[in-house]
């Protein structure tokens, strides 16, 4: 089969190499590539390095609603289009165009979460299990038919990252499977229920601050979705302490919420929350390393008293 593959980060990596092996892939859109965080070298996209080194044309159209984009999608002539991860909303003219129409690869369990971060979203909330869905592409986001849906557990130890990991992995093998289905013509739509439907707007730094009145299990969640990325921060001291992990202790203190009430060698030191307490067991002051919770106690870098806001 022709496929027109659209995609930008590392999460469409493992699904562009599941097709490749199988598939024509006549080329790959990305996003236009952007300077690096000290903006000066120009840093690739994960799906444009992965194109060049295995000879697959790549572009990386400003816009899909220009006429020369359109021409380009028809020159290029896929029997099949799929997305994962391209961060860009696609016309209804070119979702209307392939033979076989256009798949999305959407990392959480449709109809929850629909949108930009439902991977750090599912740990946040809770969620005993997460996954991915492959789904038609429709002109209302993430609202597309269901193909197919891969789960798995979220573990009390995963992150952002971990469970991320794993999600791309399952999410290539659904799309193998997907394709194979549409191929052979036995594929199965379901319509999603949308009175189930959340969505997941991407996170804003006001968005990462930690609220030291939620409880041990909100937090904790919290912290564990957003690590390594956006990252949950507090302040210490008015400047940025970025946190990356902590630990429930089900101690009940004394004192303000957000409070530094107690040390605990080998581990860090406690903050008073909602319901109880945590130990702040992987951190990062502001223009420093990250530093593990016992250093923090050996470097003496908080005090008994102090208040993170």
């Known amino acids: 089969m022709r496929i027109l593959f659209m995609g930008t980060p590392e999460f469409a990596v493992p699904s562009l190499d599941t097709l490749r092996k199988k598939h024509e892939i006549v080329g790959i ?107 038609d592409i429709a002109e209302e986001l993430d609202a597309g038919d269901i193909i197919l849906k891969g789960v798995t557990p979220i573990y009390e130890e995963d992150t952002f990252l971990t469970l991320h990991d794993r999600l791309k992995l399952i999410g290539a093998e659904k799309l193998d499977e997907a394709v194979d289905q549409i191929q052979n013509g036995t594929a199965q739509r379901e319509v999603q229920d949308h009175s189930a439907v959340t969505f997941v707007k991407p996170y804003k730094k006001t968005d990462c601050i930690i609220d030291w009145s939620k409880t041990e299990e909100e937090i904790f969640n919290f912290v564990r979705g957003m690590n390594p990325f956006p990252t949950a921060y507090t302040t210490h001291n ?72």
């Not at 909303?89 to 439902?118: E, T």
Request: charged share 25%; no cysteine.
């Open 238 to 309: 008015d400047k940025i302490l970025k946190v990356y992990a902590v630990e429930k202790l089900n101690r009940v203190y004394d004192g303000e919420n957000g409070e530094i009430v107690d040390s605990i060698k080998g581990k860090g030191f406690v903050v008073k929350v909602g319901n109880g307490s945590v130990i702040l067991t992987d951190i990062k002051p502001e223009n420093k390393k990250n530093i593990s919770g016992r250093d923090s106690i050996n470097g003496n870098l908080f005090k008994i008293g102090e208040i993170l806001k």
């Open 29 to 135: 859109f990305t996003k236009v590539d952007k300077p690096n965080t000290r903006g000066k070298k120009i840093k690739y996209t994960p799906v444009k390095e992965y194109g060049l080194e295995n000879n697959i044309p790549v572009y990386q159209p400003n816009s899909l609603k220009t006429d020369e984009t359109f021409d380009l999608i028809k020159e290029l002539n896929p029997d099949l289009i799929v997305v994962v991860a391209y961060g860009k909303i696609i016309p209804n003219n070119i979702i209307d165009f392939p033979k076989y129409g256009i798949i999305n690869v959407h990392s959480s369990l449709l109809p929850k979460f629909r949108g930009a971060a439902p991977i750090n979203a599912a740990i946040i909330a809770g969620e005993k299990e997460s996954g991915v869905t492959i789904m």
